[in-house]
């Protein structure tokens, strides 16, 4: 426990930052807390907050005009925050706290159940016995020391404050997306104590004492399952700043609180403070949403990259837990009128819903689902409906299945969520507004959806359902497209993605990345911009995870190969990436058979690539390359990529011209005899269904590699050579491999000097 002296030593050295007379200066309070040696002081950073925000959203300091011209607002002076206004207060808060509770007389180390009680009883004692909860700004320790009134968050808030005022560190804040509670953290013992302090739901019943977790509660959305924010000290901070609340009446904002509040969360988003909370990166966007710039500065940033990163922190840290990143998103592509996303934002967040059982203490987020349902998409259809008779983009909105499988799937998320809860969810009225909203939609649009049937386990089932609107777009992006399609097919499937929702969906994102990726390489173009989205793999259900992995793997082998990194590094990843793929289950899917496809290719063209390496470091000291050198390691593992690519010539079209060459190239790699290796090479080389044999061969990637391996390997005479590498280096020039164009090249520069020093 810290001492008294050492405490107000510390609050005192704040001293200087004062007085508050602008944003800029609140700015710098904030970050000198943030960076103190003994943490930011959540009690006086409440006590500044409270002050200003009473300040700038008193609705009588509103200057005429103001609710028609809201650029009068800015006009409003920035208040004036003073030492001894705020030094009074927070040593009121200090000796109160400090005059009820006695910390020897309860166990600190950890903190028992019996202090928390006391604290929070001490807390709530002082509060108006009857007031309205749900009214605005009384979430900070200002309001609770001058008007003895406090939200929810609020309680939360000075009962946390309480405890750091006793210098007790070790008890932290705990959020769900509408309640809070506290956590003790006890190094010695792998389970916490959590404990409720507050109150949650239409009145003031007592749930203090209640330890969280206990019977039907903890699998309900209230306490997110166990998935709920577990705050640092830094991210205290970020849910207070995230509690401002800049409104002066329904229709009015304070543009100064609005400003401050969106300058405080950027200082904390660089700092990575807001890295681990959804709601806070949820509000960060709306704020920016509404208020882009201020005064021309641009904080690089934007709405939806937030709304983005907050889905993403959701799936990524709190098992999908959270719902109301899906809400933000929604939100944002409907107001953007980006009608497809915002329904598969829906679906998302109706698949999220049913890993709960509602009760009735879940009202908010309740009517967030009543809106969406009964109001938000009926209206939003309605519109679509009416501009379908002028406008053919609409019309195809009301035909697309994956538009009517969204809103099928947002449904049956919420039945999910009734299914074995203790109070009904649906009733009479969501069944009239599914009806008509499903009548909106032409037959194609319904003969376009399959429903899959029922699986027998319920998790199983509650994961089809959370997955459903993810396996649609991974059916539309595999890499079936990468190598059957057109390359402004494949360009335009891309686009379609992204509008479809691949900037929302972890998932989704990564396949769009993938395809992109595959797509330029196939085309020899440049594509390092997309290996960030690659290499970060996100969650996925179980039959795809290894499929992932060895994507990752052997496209990052790849990279290091071209890169020029290590022979050794780039056979570790390759290893690593034939690990995943063995472990890959099998599949009918045609579309996870190209995906083991390319991850097949890529392996054995990086490796074969590794053992030209070691060739060319041998051209480089003039010897003669006809006369194979062995690479064990790179022998084996071609062997095994090489038996998965003959597995899968059985199952997917147009592979033979690939298997015959790595067939060739692991006859030469062994040493074998030339004239096998010269027959398959031939009939790589003409590989039509009726040319004659004098025609001359088609222009393709695997005859052109054909030749150069002919041109470089067989015995041929030194005139055969040359003519098979010009016609090689012909083709490669057409098909734009600049690569090993410019390889072929030094070859047939080698094979004329050799040539000239002989004769």
Same mark, same amino acid.
């Given at each position: 426990?810290?001492?008294?002296?050492?405490?107000?030593?510390?609050?005192?050295?704040?001293?200087?930052?004062?007085?508050?007379?602008?944003?800029?200066?609140?700015?710098?309070?904030?970050?000198?807390?943030?960076?103190?040696?003994?943490?930011?002081?959540?009690?006086?950073?409440?006590?500044?907050?409270?002050?200003?925000?009473?300040?700038?959203?008193?609705?009588?300091?509103?200057?005429?005009?103001?609710?028609?011209?809201?650029?009068?607002?800015?006009?409003?002076?920035?208040?004036?925050?003073?030492?001894?206004?705020?030094?009074?207060?927070?040593?009121?808060?200090?000796?109160?706290v400090?005059?009820?509770?006695?910390?020897?007389?309860?166990?600190?180390?950890?903190?028992?159940?019996?202090?928390?009680?006391?604290?929070? =009883?001490?807390?709530?004692?002082?509060?108006?016995?009857?007031?309205?909860?749900?009214?605005?700004h009384?979430?900070?320790?200002?309001?609770?020391?001058?008007?003895?009134?406090?939200?929810?968050?609020?309680?939360?808030?000075?009962?946390?404050?309480a405890?750091?005022?006793?210098?007790l560190?070790?008890?932290?804040?705990?959020?769900?997306?509408?309640?809070?509670?506290?956590?003790?953290?006890?190094?010695?013992?792998?389970?916490?104590?959590?404990?409720?302090?507050?109150?949650?739901?239409?009145?003031l019943?007592?749930?203090?004492?209640?330890?969280?977790?206990?019977?039907?509660?903890?699998?309900?959305?209230?306490?997110?399952?166990?998935?709920?924010?577990?705050?640092?000290?830094?991210?205290?901070?970020?849910?207070?700043?995230?509690?401002?609340?800049?409104?002066?009446?329904?229709?009015?904002?304070?543009?100064?609180?609005?400003?401050?509040?969106?300058?405080?969360?950027?200082?904390?988003?660089?700092?990575?403070?807001?890295?681990?909370?959804?709601?806070?990166?949820?509000?960060?966007? =709306?704020?920016?949403?509404?208020?882009?710039?201020?005064?021309?500065?641009d904080?690089?940033?934007?709405?939806?990259?937030l709304?983005?990163?907050?889905?993403?922190?959701?799936?990524?840290n709190?098992?999908?837990?959270?719902?109301?990143?899906?809400?933000?998103?929604?939100g944002?592509?409907?107001?953007?009128?980006?009608?497809?996303s915002?329904?598969?934002?829906?679906?998302?967040?109706?698949?999220?819903?049913?890993?709960?059982?509602?009760?009735r203490e879940?009202?908010?987020?309740?009517?967030?689902?009543?809106?969406?349902?009964?109001?938000?998409?009926?209206?939003?259809?309605?519109?679509?409906?009416?501009?379908?008779?002028?406008?053919?983009?609409?019309?195809e909105?009301?035909?697309d299945?994956w538009?009517?499988?969204a809103?099928?799937?947002?449904?049956?998320?919420?039945?999910?969520?009734?299914?074995?809860?203790?109070?009904?969810?649906?009733?009479?009225?969501?069944?009239?507004?599914?009806?008509?909203?499903?009548?909106?939609?032409?037959?194609?649009?319904?003969?376009?959806?399959t429903?899959?049937p029922?699986? =027998?386990?319920?998790?199983?089932?509650?994961k089809?359902?959370?997955?459903?609107?993810?396996?649609?777009?991974l059916?539309?992006?595999?890499?079936?497209?990468?190598?059957?399609?057109?390359? =402004?097919?494949?360009?335009?499937?891309?686009?379609?993605?992204?509008?479809?929702?691949?900037?929302?969906?972890?998932?989704?994102?990564?396949?769009?990345?993938?395809?992109?990726?595959?797509?330029?390489?196939?085309?020899?173009?440049?594509?390092?911009?997309?290996?960030?989205?690659?290499?970060?793999?996100?969650?996925?259900?179980?039959?795809?995870?290894?499929?992932?992995?060895s994507l990752?793997?052997?496209?990052?082998?790849?990279?290091?190969?071209?890169?020029?990194?290590?022979?050794?590094?780039?056979?570790?990843?390759?290893e690593?990436?034939?690990?995943?793929?063995?472990?890959?289950?099998?599949?009918?899917?045609?579309?996870?058979?190209?995906?083991?496809?390319?991850?097949?290719?890529?392996?054995?063209?990086?490796?074969?690539?590794?053992?030209?390496r070691?060739?060319?470091?041998?051209?480089?000291?003039?010897?003669?390359?006809?006369?194979?050198?062995?690479?064990?390691?790179?022998?084996?593992?071609?062997?095994?990529?090489?038996?998965?690519?003959?597995?899968?010539?059985?199952?997917?079209?147009?592979?033979?011209?690939?298997?015959?060459?790595?067939?060739?190239?692991?006859?030469?790699?062994?040493?074998?005899?030339?004239?096998?290796?010269?027959?398959?090479?031939?009939?790589?080389?003409?590989?039509?269904?009726?040319?004659?044999?004098?025609?001359?061969?088609?222009?393709?990637?695997?005859?052109?590699?054909?030749?150069v391996?002919?041109?470089?390997?067989?015995?041929?005479?030194?005139?055969?050579?040359?003519?098979?590498?010009?016609?090689?280096?012909?083709?490669?020039?057409?098909?734009?491999?600049?690569?090993?164009?410019?390889?072929?090249?030094?070859?047939?520069?080698?094979?004329?000097?050799?040539?000239?020093l002989?004769?």
């Amino acid at each position: 426990m810290q001492s008294k002296d050492r405490k107000f030593v510390a609050f005192n050295e704040f001293k200087p930052c004062f007085p508050l007379t602008s944003v800029e200066k609140v700015i710098k309070l904030f970050e000198r807390n943030l960076d103190h040696e003994l943490g930011p002081n959540i009690t006086l950073l409440s006590l500044v907050l409270g002050v200003i925000e009473s300040k700038l959203t008193d609705p009588q300091c509103i200057p005429a005009g103001a609710a028609t011209d809201s650029s009068k607002l800015d006009k409003i002076p920035f208040p004036a925050v003073n030492w001894d206004l705020v030094s009074s207060l927070y040593k009121t808060f200090d000796t109160y706290v400090k005059t009820y509770i006695d910390p020897l007389r309860y166990s600190t180390h950890p903190v028992s159940r019996e202090l928390i009680r006391a604290v929070s =009883d001490t807390v709530w004692f002082k509060l108006n016995p009857s007031y309205n909860k749900d009214r605005a700004h009384i979430q900070t320790l200002y309001s609770y020391l001058t008007e003895k009134k406090l939200d929810c968050f609020g309680v939360a808030i000075a009962v946390l404050s309480a405890f750091r005022q006793l210098g007790l560190n070790d008890v932290r804040l705990v959020l769900s997306e509408d309640h809070s509670w506290l956590e003790v953290v006890d190094p010695k013992s792998p389970e916490c104590l959590e404990m409720e302090i507050t109150w949650h739901g239409k009145g003031l019943e007592d749930k203090r004492g209640v330890l969280v977790g206990e019977g039907l509660k903890s699998r309900g959305w209230l306490y997110l399952n166990g998935k709920a924010v577990r705050c640092s000290r830094e991210m205290e901070v970020v849910a207070t700043v995230t509690a401002i609340n800049p409104s002066i009446t329904h229709s009015l904002d304070s543009q100064q609180m609005v400003r401050l509040q969106r300058q405080l969360l950027y200082t904390l988003y660089s700092r990575g403070a807001m890295s681990n909370y959804p709601m806070s990166l949820g509000c960060f966007g =709306d704020i920016l949403e509404l208020q882009p710039t201020h005064h021309g500065d641009d904080i690089g940033v934007t709405a939806n990259q937030l709304y983005l990163k907050a889905a993403e922190v959701s799936r990524s840290n709190y098992a999908n837990h959270h719902v109301y990143p899906y809400i933000y998103l929604a939100g944002f592509y409907l107001r953007n009128r980006r009608y497809k996303s915002a329904l598969y934002s829906w679906a998302l967040a109706g698949g999220t819903i049913s890993l709960y059982n509602y009760c009735r203490e879940e009202e908010e987020i309740y009517k967030e689902f009543f809106e969406v349902a009964n109001d938000v998409i009926p209206g939003m259809l309605k519109v679509v409906s009416i501009a379908s008779r002028s406008d053919p983009r609409s019309r195809e909105l009301l035909s697309d299945a994956w538009v009517y499988g969204a809103i099928l799937v947002f449904y049956d998320g919420v039945c999910l969520w009734e299914e074995d809860s203790t109070t009904p969810v649906v009733h009479i009225s969501w069944a009239r507004h599914l009806v008509n909203t499903l009548g909106k939609f032409n037959a194609a649009a319904r003969l376009g959806v399959t429903v899959n049937p029922e699986e =027998d386990d319920e998790d199983d089932r509650r994961k089809s359902s959370r997955h459903s609107s993810n396996q649609e777009c991974l059916r539309l992006s595999l890499p079936s497209a990468v190598r059957t399609e057109s390359s =402004d097919r494949v360009r335009r499937l891309l686009e379609e993605l992204e509008a479809m929702g691949g900037g929302e969906d972890g998932l989704t994102r990564w396949w769009v990345g993938f395809v992109s990726v595959a797509h330029r390489w196939r085309h020899f173009e440049e594509a390092a911009t997309h290996y960030p989205v690659v290499t970060a793999i996100p969650a996925a259900p179980y039959p795809i995870y290894n499929l992932l992995q060895s994507l990752v793997h052997s496209m990052s082998a790849r990279v290091a190969m071209l890169e020029g990194l290590e022979t050794a590094e780039c056979l570790r990843l390759c290893e690593a990436a034939s690990t995943h793929l063995a472990a890959t289950p099998g599949t009918d899917e045609r579309s996870l058979l190209y995906g083991q496809l390319i991850a097949t290719d890529w392996l054995l063209g990086t490796r074969v690539a590794l053992w030209d390496r070691g060739e060319a470091s041998r051209l480089a000291s003039r010897e003669e390359l006809v006369g194979i050198q062995r690479d064990i390691g790179t022998m084996e593992g071609l062997s095994g990529s090489l038996g998965r690519l003959d597995g899968l010539t059985g199952r997917l079209d147009g592979l033979m011209g690939r298997l015959d060459l790595y067939r060739v190239t692991h006859r030469l790699m062994a040493g074998t005899n030339p004239v096998r290796a010269d027959q398959l090479i031939d009939s790589v080389v003409r590989r039509t269904n009726s040319a004659p044999k004098d025609a001359p061969p088609p222009v393709t990637m695997e005859a052109a590699h054909a030749m150069v391996l002919a041109g470089r390997h067989l015995p041929h005479s030194v005139e055969e050579r040359q003519r098979l590498l010009v016609e090689a280096a012909s083709m490669l020039d057409k098909l734009g491999d600049r690569r090993k164009l410019s390889e072929c090249n030094r070859l047939i520069r080698h094979i004329a000097s050799n040539a000239t020093l002989v004769n």
